[in-house]
Nanobody, 123 residues
Framework: QVQLVESGGGLVQAGGSLRLSCAAS????????LGWFRQAPGKEREFVAA????????RYADSVKGRFTISRDNAKNTVYLQMNSLKPEDTAVYYC????????????????WGQGTQVTVSS
């Protein structure tokens, strides 16, 4: 069992930066892929980024590639999402997810989810 708690969301102007954190509890944290997803108002939840258990492999949605960076610190049971050059279209609730055995964009493979943190980017 893994519990996930996101933090770091907020209101930022376009072009600004935010760093999201996801603190995890559970004995198997370091064994799982960790991912970030987001859901904008009126839209379906979509994949943002994922990182392997070792932190060596990552994958990004095309819409955030080059602007967002995912990282993890297994000693702190925490995964991060550094978001730079933010755009109004990045406005969404961001969710941390875990449980997938491999890097995947399919959210059904992730069995554990946080409660989400709101990111709002003003133009």
């Amino acid at each position: 069992q893994v519990q996930l708690v996101e933090s770091g969301g907020g209101l930022v102007q376009a072009g600004g930066s935010l760093r999201l954190s996801c603190a995890a509890s559970g004995r198997t944290f370091s064994s799982y892929v960790l991912g970030w997803f987001r859901q904008a108002p009126g839209k379906e939840r979509e994949f943002v980024a994922a990182i392997s258990w070792s932190g060596v492999r990552t994958r990004y949605a095309d819409s955030v590639k080059g602007r967002f960076t995912i990282s993890r610190d297994n000693a702190k049971n925490t995964v991060y999402l550094q978001m730079n050059s933010l755009k109004p279209e990045d406005t969404a609730v961001y969710y941390c997810a875990s449980g997938s055995p491999y890097i995947a964009t399919d959210q059904t493979l992730y069995g554990y989810w946080g409660q989400g943190t709101q990111v709002t980017v003003s133009s």
